[in-house]
C-alpha cells in the first residue's frame, strides 16, 4: 500500500511564496503521474499541476507562471514551488499519484491572506 504524505502548507500573505512536499513511501519512479490538486471550500477538486514519468509537467491555466512541479526520485518526493500566491489559491492542496492504481496523500492547508 502507498503512502502519500503532504507538508509545507501554512499561512502566507498574499505575494508570497510556499513550497509544498509530497513524500511516497515507495519509489515514485514507478507512477505513470504524480500532481497535486486543490479543493477549496464548496468547490470541487482540481488539477493544479502533473509532472510525468518523462518529466513532462502540465498546470492549470490559473497557476500558470507561478507554480512549478518537480520530483526528486532519489527521495521520493514531488515538489510544488508555489510563487507569487493570491487569496483565491486558498485550499487544502492533496498529493496525487496514478499508475494501475489512484493514490491520495491527507491534504495540506494552504491559506492566503489579502
Known amino acids: 500500500q502507498v503512502q502519500l504524505v503532504e507538508s509545507g502548507g501554512g499561512l502566507v500573505q498574499a505575494g508570497g511564496s510556499l513550497r509544498l512536499s509530497c513524500a511516497a513511501s515507495?519509489?515514485?519512479?514507478?507512477?505513470?503521474?504524480m500532481g497535486w490538486y486543490r479543493q477549496a471550500p464548496g468547490k470541487q477538486r482540481e488539477l493544479v499541476a502533473t509532472i510525468f514519468s518523462g518529466n513532462n509537467r502540465n498546470y492549470a491555466d490559473s497557476v500558470k507562471g507561478r507554480f512549478t512541479i518537480s520530483r526528486d526520485n532519489a527521495k521520493n518526493t514531488v515538489f510544488l514551488q508555489m510563487n507569487s500566491l493570491k487569496p483565491e489559491d486558498t485550499a487544502v492542496y492533496y498529493c496525487?499519484?496514478?499508475?494501475?492504481?489512484?493514490?491520495w496523500g491527507q491534504g495540506t492547508q494552504v491559506t492566503v491572506s489579502s
Open positions: 515507495g519509489s515514485i519512479s514507478s507512477f505513470n503521474s
Open positions: 496525487n499519484a496514478r499508475s494501475r492504481y489512484a493514490y
